[in-house]
Nanobody, 122 residues
Framework: QVQLVESGGRSVRSGDSLRLSCAAF????????VAWFRQAPGKGREFVGS????????SYADSVKDRFTISGDYDKNTNDLLMNSLKPEDAAVYYC???????????????WGQGTQVTVSS
């Protein structure tokens, strides 16, 4: 009955911006670290970024740092990933996740969304 639902994925052009959103049902985001991961075809799942339960601390992969921003709206129980200056290498299925442990490893997250696909054309 716990469900995370991502939305906002679509096909964009290189240099575009895109906002992905994750809505939580059955859990409250402010009790969890919330993270975004992505997986491109033929690649492993890659950590993108996370935000702690207080919303005070964020962490980003080097590949997206200074381009992507994670934010939480605790009143709406949602989490957003704002992606700027998108590059073809950003194309992937993006997943949101929530967990008590957090960190950059998938094992730190108990709950996962179904993913939303982002494609980036040159």
């Amino acid at each position: 009955q716990v469900q995370l639902v991502e939305s906002g994925g679509r096909s964009v052009r290189s240099g575009d911006s895109l906002r992905l959103s994750c809505a939580a049902f059955g859990i409250t985001f402010n009790f969890y670290t919330v993270a975004w991961f992505r997986q491109a075809p033929g690649k492993g799942r890659e950590f993108v970024g996370s935000i702690d339960r207080s919303g005070r601390y964020t962490s980003y992969a080097d590949s997206v740092k200074d381009r992507f921003t994670i934010s939480g709206d605790y009143d709406k129980n949602t989490n957003d990933l704002l992606m700027n200056s998108l590059k073809p290498e950003d194309a992937a299925v993006y997943y949101c996740a929530a967990g008590h442990v957090g960190g950059q490893m998938i094992g730190g997250y108990q709950f996962w969304g179904q993913g939303t696909q982002v494609t980036v054309s040159s």
